[in-house]
Antibody, heavy 131, light 107 residues
């Protein structure tokens, strides 16, 4: 069974740090982009960061750039989110997610267009930033 | 960054109704557009990618269309499990922004 299990959430004071982890199972982890997506209480989904299969590329939402770092350990089938300088607005459920190539479209000029989407989600871990 | 705007923010309908949700990108994303459904207390589920391709296992009452900056998700005959929140997301470039969501409620 394909599964993602997050851990590391909790209560932290403003300005503090927290490290989230996500362990994958049931698929070839090293073949997949991995992402973190968060959802503040009663709010919508916010994409946070993602990391390429070999860890050579990382991308971040502007709201967390410079404060959060995504990393991965393919041998341990895990991805992490190091969060520093936490703010009240970082309070959310954080979902670990697999971003997979879900399809491709043949283009008339002899190449493909590749489509990526989150097709597997963890159950989420809650981060609360409060004094 | 590409901004995604959904409309309406909320919608009420009856079981069996046909509903349409719109999503607009702040710049062209060709057809790099995904749709998700999120039921209360659950993780989201991928419905459509590439603007119009149904993910495996998704019922055929769901359909998507559009290209460039304007997209729509249509549910042809609402079922009780469809009362949920729907999100569009662009996969054209990072950051992979989501729309703010459309809450579909039962009337």
């Amino acid at each position: 069974e394909v599964q993602l299990v997050e851990s590391g959430g909790g209560l932290v004071q403003p300005g503090g740090s927290l490290r989230l982890s996500c362990v994958a199972s049931g698929f070839t982890f090293s073949n997949s982009w991995m992402s973190w997506v968060r959802q503040a209480p009663g709010r919508g989904l916010e994409w946070v960061a993602n990391i390429k299969q070999d860890g050579s590329e990382e991308y971040y939402a502007d709201s967390v750039k410079g404060r959060f770092t995504i990393s991965r350990e393919n041998a341990k089938m895990s991805v992490h989110l190091q969060m520093t300088s936490l703010r009240a607005e970082d309070t959310a459920v954080y979902f670990c997610a697999r971003e997979e190539e879900v399809g491709r479209q043949w283009l008339s000029y002899g190449t493909y267009r590749y489509f990526y989407a989150v097709d597997v989600w963890g159950q989420g871990t809650t981060v609360t930033v409060s004094s | 960054d590409i901004q995604m705007t959904q409309s309406p923010s909320s919608l009420s309908a009856f079981v069996g109704d046909r509903v349409t949700i719109a999503c607009r990108a702040s710049q062209s994303i060709t057809n790099y557009l995904n749709w998700y459904r999120q039921k209360p207390g659950k993780a989201p589920q991928l419905l459509i990618y590439g603007a119009s391709t149904l993910q495996s296992g998704v019922p055929s009452r769901f359909s998507g269309s559009g290209s460039g900056t304007d997209f729509t998700l249509t549910i042809s005959s609402l079922q009780p499990e469809d009362f949920a929140t729907y999100y569009c997301q662009q996969s054209h470039s990072a950051p992979r922004t989501f729309g703010q969501g459309t809450n579909l409620e039962i009337k």
